[in-house]
């Protein structure tokens, strides 16, 4: 039996459907989840809620907290900063509780040099048109802004192997299945 919870990372690129993915386990009682909210200064967009999708912080605010040892990862992407609040992590994984954290590949490489044993998950779409399709289907970015996403898509999917398990999101229930299997594995591990 575990006594300090997991830290799991979830990644995969924009519009892979990790959040909807997530939503069909994160409430599970059996895997004892606590979702990490990231710290970002991008502009809230309509449905999300502070506190829930993220904490809106101005770039001072961020670049403060960053300065000071205070996140796990951060990144910047599209003028936009992202990051994990170091002290909530170790907070809740200290309570037994196992910590998820949904973030970019490159905030996944800073965590594993910090945290080695980090349970790493990429999802990745059944093919790249219909990524974009459901990119483009959000309809909430400008055309620049999806090219852009596209483009890091390409370079994210390149990155799979640094992950431990790499799971298709081609059925939302079947792969949130597979991540409750995974997790469920690690949980009876002894580390």
Partial sequence: MQDKGLLIVISGPSGVGKGTVIK???DDPELKLA????????????GEVEGVNYYY???EEFEKTRDEGGLLEWTEFVGNYYGTPLAAVERL?????????EIEVDGCQQVKKKVPDAL???IVPP???ELEN????RKTEAEEIVQQRLAKATKELEKT?????????DDIDLAADIIRVIIRHHMEKDF
């Fill in 57 to 59: 912080v101005s770039r």
């Fill in 134 to 137: 459901r990119i483009r289907g």
């Fill in 120 to 122: 790493t998950i990429f």
């Fill in 93 to 101: 994984r200290n309570e037994g509780k196992n910590v998820l954290l």
């Fill in 24 to 26: 069909q386990f994160i």
């Fill in 127 to 129: 093919s790249v048109k």
């Fill in 161 to 169: 192997n640094q992950y431990r398990y790499v799971v298709c999101n």
């Fill in 35 to 46: 979702f990490s909210v990231s710290m970002t200064t991008r502009k809230k967009r309509e």
